[in-house]
């Protein structure tokens, strides 16, 4: 996964908050998600088809990090929820 990866929720998860943090069902594999305050945030912005690095940008507007720890973070993120199918990632061609 890079910088330039689009990334979009997979249909069929029911999301709540709970306390500031946000759980999440998938319907498909029965499976409960904590996701956290910052995966939480991470999901609504993935509500969209959004680039990681728009991902990465987007939460250094609110988290006191570097771009580099945040790149790492968030892809590790993602990878999990693209390894329990909850994702969807495409990489886009530069032509």
Do not use: R
Request: charged share 20%; proline share 1%; aromatic share 6%.
């Amino acid at each position: 996964m890079i910088n330039t990866t689009v990334i979009s929720q997979v249909e069929g998860n029911i999301v709540s908050d709970m306390d500031g943090e946000k759980v999440m069902l998938s319907i498909q594999n029965g499976k409960y998600y904590n996701l956290g305050q910052v995966g939480g945030d991470i999901w609504s912005l993935i509500k969209d088809p959004i680039s990681v690095q728009q991902i990465v940008s987007s939460l250094q507007s609110i988290y006191d990090i570097s771009q580099k720890e945040c790149e790492e973070q968030v892809i590790s993120f993602l990878e999990k929820l693209q390894d329990e199918g909850l994702i969807l990632a495409k990489e886009m061609n530069h032509s």
